[in-house]
């Protein structure tokens, strides 16, 4: 591995935590060079929801690739593009009712929000966003600052402007009445903070530790932004396309955003791709106020077509939910039970151990290196990385599911043995 320490930048992340060189991939499973294999709960940080080289997806790909067709089309009149639109309007919009115009963006996640935050400041005429404690949005400048993280903001410099940030219900905010505390700021004329443009959060909070908002506020959210006149952004480019079950992860609290960001798991194959769902009225971009040369991949139009199909045929949605309730099974009673200490949140696909309590910062450290070391890929996220995530592909099998979390299992009580008990668990 010279040549990547040699000569890639030391930006790079995830080969520090996985040091070894994958050579190919299957379904749930990762190989090595040398022929190890690892079971990927780690599914391209949720832009493989439908697994390593899914055969439907990659079979309607390789015709495609076959025919010789367009490769690359700016935004121009593709027949890749017009059929993603119109599956993804017979099969998602429509179904759920939902009127959405579609606007692709350049190739990542980060740019669809930023998209999204320079929409809602034209719509509005106001400059002003409010974000959440714990968010994560992307890396690039305006989507960096509505993340929360301070420690990927430092350095930066003017990435804060006019961005609020609230509390978001986990911890002691998770007692306490956040939206309560938004509409007191926004009434009070001495609060010293405008009313924004737009407000943008996650229904599930990935990056800052698997922190899934209740019903109830997400509806009281979108009922405060009704009543202020307040775009509500839903940055779903994670817990979307089916990670929690249905498509949307709005969806369970019976809301209609006004923008909806897509990314990760849309192409279906883990090719780049972004896009924006906005309400029509809020369509009122000119002509190439907002482009990118790669916001027509055609191989990800491909791709996202394949996947929504493949979705109907496998019927999805309801493995996903058979997974959900074996996950948090035995998340509470094989991982929770080894220690009072161990919190487990999660919702669908997507679960966090979180190890917090420890204060023992190396602790998920050491339990994700051991668990690479048997093979099995996770990864640490939240406040200094004390959750451990589990992520793996919707389309993963139960039997290596099973196998994975057993494994999972053997380390935490490895790892943990000397630390004791200093009561008995309730899990509720």
Partial sequence: MNIFTQRESNVRSYCRSFPTVFHRAKGSMVYSESGVEYIDFLSGAGALNYGHNNDYIKQQVMSYLEADSIAH?????????????????????????????????????????EAALKLARKVKKRTGIFSFMGAYHGMTLGSLAVTGNTAIRSGTIGTSNNVTFMPYPYGFMNNFDTIGYIESVLNDVSSGIKKPAAIIFETVQAEGGVVV?????????????????ILLI???????????GSFFSFERANIVPDIVVLSKSISG????????????????????EH??????NQLAFVGGTAALEYREIT????EVNIKETFLKKFLN??????HNKIEIRGIGMIWGIDLAQFEDASLTKQITSRCFERGLIAERVGRNDTVIKILPPLTIEMSTLQKGCSILKEVFDE????????????VV
């Fill in 213 to 229: 908002a209740p019903i109830e506020w997400m509806q009281k959210l979108r009922a405060l932004c009704d009543k202020h006149d």
């Fill in 315 to 318: 019927n999805l949605e309801q």
């Fill in 291 to 296: 482009t990118g040369t790669f916001r027509g």
């Fill in 73 to 113: 089309g700016l935004d121009l009149y593709t027949s890749a593009k017009e059929n993603f639109l119109i599956k993804f309007s017979e099969k998602v919009l429509m179904p759920k009712n939902l009127d959405y115009q579609i606007q692709f963006c350049g190739s990542t996640g980060t740019n669809a929000v």
């Fill in 333 to 338: 009673e094989q991982i929770a039970s080894i």
């Fill in 269 to 288: 194959y883990g090719f780049p791709m972004s896009l924006l769902l906005i309400k029509p009225e809020l369509d009122i971009w000119k002509p190439g």
């Fill in 415 to 426: 790892c943990l043995i000397s630390k004791g008990n200093e009561r008995p668990v309730t």
């Fill in 234 to 244: 839903c940055d779903d480019i994670q817990v979307g396309c089916g990670r929690i």
